[in-house]
């Protein structure tokens, strides 16, 4: 399908002067004592906010008049540091890119930081992270000294599509196309430069993992359209408990015709499969997946089996707690989207307290929400139902590929094909 802007009233950005981070700083200490309150409530990560606030301050985020290169070619991934300093860019021309997101400007590009295209980014603290690339490689660097990356990762025998940094159990958790997903003890020390990784699983058609921030749950996404998670997760022996029965489950098992609750593998690792979807839709490939802040949820997007749209979908993920379970729907919100960029995956991103969702739309991004007053989904939440778009911003010349808000401050930023980064901010 070509990749063209969707039918939507192009929205006119007035020019204005990027905010200097001392501006920003001066303008935030003189706020009304509410709104301090409320911003370091925020930032210490309590969802305490009111809702009237949180629409306010999300539906006026604008565009800034700046829009940086980070790239030749397409930004694949945008992550921030847990601090909200820094912003870094996986560029599909192999580079990776550092940005100062309060000022908004670019502070370096690492040229042919890989030897392919580089995927995602992962922060292990505010000052190292982690990059996966098509060159089959985990590479960690540290903010400070760019020059050369602290180790490289090799173990997969194919393209690294996704990289997450566990800090409750100190441990990297990759997953490539090669069907694998690995661990990586990277805080231990290794020899001769070489860090071992263990193999954990084994999934047919394998497109991305995420797990939880308390490593209770390992969720992970196939290109067959099904989306399961590991409840009660156990690292150390989930490649004994798994490997061969999840092979078999995942070969024959159809989201469309079957429904597999739970698989219960000596009450570790327990497998459970997620199959409700939106009546409209039959999801094919899965290719992104975000986890709520509180962890309650998963957000995922995926491209219909007859590739004419794509759907993001929301579904609880708490465990079973009672034979209720097995007459609740997971489904909670959903909302379709356009497939533009076809073959391309799209990253949504969740806001600070989970309340708002920045989704891709062609080449803008749209802010969607579980009910137009921005409540949080357990203040709204009867049946499943559709998401509500409270703001929409072109941003771009080329389709956006990913977006994501900083954890500590009212930015959003988002990366697209054309090698773009955009930054937004409220405007009141």
């Given at each position: 399908?070509?990749?063209?802007?969707?039918?939507?009233?192009?929205?006119?950005?007035?020019?204005?002067?990027?905010?200097?981070?001392?501006?920003?700083?001066?303008?935030?200490?003189?706020?009304?004592?509410?709104?301090?309150?409320?911003?370091?409530?925020?930032?210490?990560?309590?969802?305490?906010?009111?809702?009237?606030?949180?629409?306010?301050?999300?539906?006026?985020?604008?565009?800034?008049?700046?829009?940086?290169?980070?790239?030749?070619?397409?930004?694949?991934?945008?992550?921030?540091?847990?601090?909200?300093?820094?912003?870094?860019?996986?560029?599909?021309?192999?580079?990776?890119?550092?940005?100062?997101?309060?000022?908004?400007?670019?502070?370096?590009?690492?040229?042919?930081?890989?030897?392919?295209?580089?995927?995602?980014?992962?922060?292990?603290?505010?000052?190292?992270?982690?990059?996966?690339?098509?060159?089959?490689?985990?590479?960690?660097?540290?903010?400070?000294?760019?020059?050369?990356?602290?180790?490289?990762?090799?173990?997969?025998?194919?393209?690294v599509k996704s990289i997450h940094y566990c800090s409750k159990t100190g441990q990297l958790i990759s997953s490539a196309f090669d069907d694998t997903v690995r661990t990586w003890n990277v805080n231990e020390n290794y020899k001769n430069g070489e860090v071992k990784s263990n193999k954990v699983l084994n999934v047919p058609y394998l497109t991305r993992t995420k797990i939880s921030n308390d490593a209770s749950q390992l969720f992970v996404a196939t290109t067959t359209g099904f989306l399961f998670i590991?409840?009660?997760?156990?690292?150390?022996?989930?490649?004994?408990?798994?490997?061969?029965?999840?092979?078999?489950?995942?070969?024959?098992?159809?989201?469309?015709?079957?429904?597999?609750?739970?698989?219960?593998?000596?009450?570790?690792?327990?497998?459970?499969?997620?199959?409700?979807?939106?009546?409209?839709?039959?999801?094919?490939?899965?290719?992104?997946?975000?986890?709520?802040?509180?962890?309650?949820?998963?957000?995922?997007?995926?491209?219909?089996?007859?590739?004419?749209?794509?759907?993001?979908?929301?579904?609880?993920?708490?465990?079973?707690?009672?034979?209720?379970?097995?007459?609740?729907?997971?489904?909670?919100?959903?909302?379709?989207?356009?497939?533009?960029?076809?073959?391309?995956?799209?990253?949504?991103?969740?806001?600070?307290?989970?309340?708002?969702?920045?989704?891709?739309?062609?080449?803008?991004?749209?802010?969607?929400?579980?009910?137009?007053?921005?409540?949080?989904?357990?203040?709204?939440?009867?049946?499943?139902?559709?998401?509500?778009?409270?703001?929409?911003?072109?941003?771009?010349?080329?389709?956006?590929?990913?977006?994501?808000?900083?954890?500590?401050?009212?930015?959003?930023?988002?990366?697209?094909?054309?090698?773009?980064?955009?930054?937004?901010?409220?405007?009141?």
């Open positions: 399908m070509a990749d063209t802007e969707p039918p939507r009233k192009k929205l006119k950005v007035k020019e204005r002067k990027i905010f200097e981070s001392k501006k920003f700083v001066e303008d935030t200490c003189s706020c009304p004592t509410f709104l301090k309150y409320q911003l370091s409530l925020r930032a210490l990560g309590f969802y305490d906010v009111p809702s009237s606030w949180t629409k306010k301050w999300y539906t006026s985020l604008k565009l800034l008049n700046k829009i940086q290169y980070a790239s030749t070619d397409a930004i694949f991934n945008l992550e921030f540091s847990p601090d909200g300093k820094y912003l870094v860019a996986a560029c599909e021309n192999s580079d990776i890119t550092l940005f100062d997101p309060c000022i908004h400007k670019k502070l370096r590009s690492v040229n042919n930081a890989h030897k392919d295209s580089v995927n995602c980014i992962s922060f292990l603290d505010t000052i190292t992270f982690a990059s996966c690339s098509d060159d089959k490689t985990v590479s960690l660097w540290d903010v400070r000294n760019l020059k050369t990356n602290i180790v490289n990762l090799k173990g997969h025998s194919s393209w590991i409840h009660n997760l156990n690292l150390k022996t989930l490649k004994l408990d798994t490997k061969e029965e999840l092979h078999n489950l995942a070969a024959s098992f159809n989201p469309r015709k079957r429904k597999v609750p739970f698989k219960d593998v000596r009450n570790t690792n327990t497998i459970e499969f997620l199959n409700d979807y939106p009546s409209d839709s039959k999801p094919w490939c899965i290719a992104s997946i975000q986890i709520h802040p509180s962890g309650n949820t998963i957000l995922s997007r995926y491209t219909n089996q007859n590739a004419s749209s794509e759907w993001s979908v929301i579904h609880d993920t708490q465990p079973d707690t009672g034979p209720l379970f097995f007459k609740m729907s997971r489904l909670q919100s959903y909302i379709e989207e356009p497939n533009l960029a076809s073959g391309f995956i799209k990253e949504l991103c969740y806001n600070q307290d989970g309340r708002i969702i920045c989704s891709p739309f062609g080449n803008s991004i749209r802010l969607l929400a579980y009910d137009r007053n921005c409540n949080d989904l357990v203040e709204c939440y009867q049946n499943p139902s559709p998401l509500v778009e409270i703001g929409f911003v072109t941003s771009h010349k080329n389709s956006v590929l990913t977006t994501r808000f900083s954890p500590t401050l009212p930015i959003l930023a988002s990366g697209c094909l054309g090698g773009q980064v955009s930054f937004y901010q409220p405007r009141f």
